[in-house]
């Protein structure tokens, strides 16, 4: 068994669509339209094409919005995307106009930062030692 997809829910496809691919550089993988507003639009990591899909998952279901406004709240993320280095990730980014709710933070063998995805999401970057 493998994961081949995972989702993350957005107010705006198309804004997180931009976000997702110009600013955090993965590739559109899928776009097929779904009713008359939504899309099965996921995107892939450039260093991995044929890897785990990112659903840009539509927020219309009445569930989303508690859950994503009580993660927010509490600073939570609601998924983390391995870089090689978060420092240097993270002045990219910065520089690019990224909020980051969390600066680069030492924490045993993980290095994060949190960052606001402009579509209703925590997301942590994340390197290994």
């Not at 339209?33 to 659903?55: A, M, Y």
């Amino acid at each position: 068994m493998r994961i081949y997809i995972t989702s993350v829910f957005v107010d705006d496809q198309e804004r997180a669509l931009a976000f997702y691919t110009d600013v955090l550089g993965f590739q559109k993988k899928v776009d097929v339209p779904i009713g008359e507003r939504d899309r099965w639009l996921t995107v892939v990591s450039p260093h991995d094409p044929d890897g785990v899909e990112l659903l840009l998952e539509p927020s219309h279901h009445p569930a989303v919005a508690p859950y994503r406004e009580a993660l927010v709240s509490d600073g939570i993320p609601l998924t983390s995307f391995e870089v090689d280095d978060v420092q240097a990730e993270f002045e990219r980014l910065r520089g690019l106009g990224v909020r980051f709710t969390q600066e680069p933070l030492a924490m045993g063998p993980v290095t994060t930062a949190v960052l606001d995805d402009t579509c209703g999401n925590l997301i942590q970057i994340a390197t290994r030692h």
